[in-house]
């Protein structure tokens, strides 16, 4: 086909509509921190968490200030942020998929997206500001591997680390890339990547104060309390996606795709190299600032193994065909499926089940408590939380978060064992105890004196979704009666 990435992007168009009508609107907890910063960039507040608060609690301000001003765009439609984060995931979904195909090569990207598109792994990061970042980054390497457009690549790479700093990564690989090529070092995508890098630091230190945000800092102090073993933790993370034995397929297939494709990608190894220079890179850069696992730390590496699986499964298929055939090469597609089935099956009893259900079950409870908090109080005091993504896109009141990703001094106080009076010298109406959070959070805050005497248990609330049960406390004189009867 002349033009195979406008095949894959009409190929996939229908089953891309098809999941957004199932998930429209979502995405993970976490998500909704920036989702809160674009609300309210969006309002004229500014590019904050709290209004009147300049803290850089987001790792993906340049996300935020794209999905604020679509959102301002669209509110004469009704649409919003959530709106915003969905059109994008869904058409970098697509778009990923169109960058990888080659002329004559439409099938591997259009399986590619299918898988992805329904994969329980990415709806559950729906509005993930990775995802974007990823297909600027392919498109980088595209531009100036193929084209040789080395300014626009490096534009485009310095626009996805404003989506997601640790983006540099990919701009180093290709910066090398090219400069192996060429023999000579890449000035022009090199002044073009760092003029983008320093506009975005530069901007951000203006507004900030840092270009460095705070959720670094607050996810390293959270690091004693993960369970040990990164690798482990992303082991488990792909066997809740897969099951264990679609985990195992996916592996295997992954590198039955390397094994059989690195004669046919002669002339792409190099490309091949960087690439995954980057992505070993990326994976040892969380491992060495210290964070605990998270899944949206790792959609490279799992975007890699999935389209090198599908490369895999299109080779086997073809080889065991050829030999049945003859040597005639017969369609490979049925067969590569049959060798997806433990990473299709998966994703469709996800897709089936879960259907315009929020992916993250914590959304839905997260804003009963939001809603209960402000039908005692709708101004007034801050709502204290663990977890402040849906609690406080649910909410317009001020929220102190005690992990500390919006709030640096409550996390420097928890480090010294001081987070029980920081906090309630704020003077929070409500606390949101989760049972969870009890160590190293709620328990010393709970067991003091002021809360014992001036605060008040006014509602318990619970999910069929989600496993537990979450309490919310009150100031003495807030709630006339009990937000929701316990």
Known sequence: ????????????????????????????????????????????????????????????????????????????????????????????????????????????????????????????????????????????????????????????????????????????????????????????????????????????????????????????????????????????????????????????????????????????????????GWLAAHELFYRAVGVPFSPWYHVHLFHALLALAVFGALALGGRALALAAGGAMAPRAALAALLLLPLLLPSFRFVTTGWREPPDPRVRLYRDVARAADRCAAHGGPIAAVEIGALGFATERPVLDLVGLVDPGLRRARVAGELAAAALARRPDFLVDHPTFAEPYWSPILDTGEVRERFRTVGWFQRPEYPLTVRLLARRGVCAEPAVAP
């Open 1 to 276: 086909m002349r033009r195979p990435a406008l095949a894959v992007s009409l190929l996939l168009a229908p089953l891309a509509l098809v999941c957004a009508l199932g998930f429209w609107g979502y995405t993970y907890d976490d998500g909704y921190i920036t989702y809160r910063y674009a609300r309210n960039l969006a309002e004229g507040r500014g590019l904050v968490y709290n209004p009147g608060e300049r803290v850089l609690g987001t790792s993906a301000p340049g996300y935020a200030a794209l999905l604020g001003a679509l959102a301002a765009a669209g509110r004469p439609l009704g649409l919003g942020v959530e709106d915003a984060g969905s059109a994008l995931f869904f058409a970098s979904l697509v778009g990923l998929a169109a960058l990888l195909a080659r002329r004559g090569a439409v099938l591997a990207p259009a399986l590619f997206g299918s898988l992805a598109l329904i994969s329980r792994f990415d709806l559950e990061l729906e509005g993930c500001e990775t995802l974007p970042a990823l297909t600027l980054l392919v498109a980088a390497f595209r531009l100036a591997w193929d084209r040789e457009w080395p300014v626009a690549a490096g534009l485009l790479g310095a626009l996805a680390a404003s989506f997601r700093l640790d983006s540099g990564l990919a701009l180093a690989a290709l910066g090398l890339l090219l400069w192996w090529r060429s023999r000579r070092f890449p000035w022009r995508f090199a002044l073009a990547g760092l003029a983008g890098l320093a506009a975005v630091a530069l901007a951000l230190t203006a507004y900030y104060g840092s270009f460095v945000p705070a959720t670094l800092a607050a996810k390293r102090a959270e690091l004693a309390l993960a369970a040990p073993g990164y690798g482990a933790a992303q082991w488990a993370w792909l066997g809740r996606i897969y099951g264990e034995a679609g985990a195992l397929a996916l592996l295997a297939l992954a590198g039955a795709g390397v094994a059989l494709g690195w004669s046919r990608w002669r002339g792409e190894r190099p490309a091949l190299a960087a690439a995954a």
